[in-house]
């Protein structure tokens, strides 16, 4: 991350050599093909090696993964949510052309393997919900499969729906919105209830 000049170019000029060699390994094989495809936007960027240093972490539909703070971690394609706890800085690693403070990276990265078995949550089934355990207390997050019933919903703190599939409409009060895949509703702790109904796959934030 710290290299500059001559040091740089020389370790980078050593990766694209190794674009077009054979790799013996299937992980070094696919990080050097990632490597190369972020090559095509990112050229000369030292985040061409981060491939090679973090793992690859492929999630299908309705599954979801937990990851703690100072964890380095890129999305590198495909569509999904990501709660946050709060926060106030984003310290960018590479593949950008943005500002990178790489001392400040560094103070707030854990240098430490985790193994991708134990990033991915196992969901707990109760009813028409799937709760996934986030080890946490910043915020929750669960699946709600909603069939055409009206259900009854109170509220422990703000919340945020998002529509993932489907048609929901939600009552709150006077207040009334139907939202479709691909929209949300933000729900004020004092809202107190609401009722949800619609045929439509939710992805439900709280605390």
Not at 12 to 29: D, M, R
Not at 56 to 61: A, D, F, I, R
Not at 72 to 94: F, K, Q
Request: charged share 20%; glycine share 6%.
């Amino acid at each position: 991350m710290s290299l500059q000049g001559v040091k740089k170019k020389l370790a980078l000029s050593q990766l694209y050599a190794a674009y077009t060699q054979p790799a013996t390994n299937g992980l070094v094989s696919e990080a050097l093909e990632y490597s190369k495809r972020f090559y095509q936007h990112y050229a000369d960027d030292i985040g061409l090696f981060s491939p090679l240093m973090l793992k690859t972490l492929e999630l299908s539909p309705g599954e979801a993964m937990f990851l703690g703070a100072e964890t380095p971690h890129a999305y590198v394609e495909g569509t999904a949510p990501e709660i946050m706890a709060n926060s106030d800085n984003v310290l960018r690693a590479g593949l950008t052309l943005k500002h990178i403070d790489v001392n400040e990276l560094i103070d707030n990265t854990q240098f430490k393997e985790t193994k991708p078995s134990t990033l991915r949550l196992t969901p707990i089934n109760k009813g028409n919900k799937l709760l996934f355990p986030v080890p946490v207390d910043d915020f929750s997050f669960e699946i709600v499969n909603l069939s055409i019933i009206d259900e009854l919903h109170y509220l422990r703190s703000a919340e945020i729906l998002f529509c993932i599939s489907g048609s929901a409409t939600i009552v709150s009060g006077d207040d009334k919105v139907t939202i479709q895949k691909g929209e949300s509703v933000f729900f004020p702790y004092h809202t107190g209830q609401y009722t949800y109904k619609g045929k439509a796959t939710l992805a439900r934030a709280f605390n």
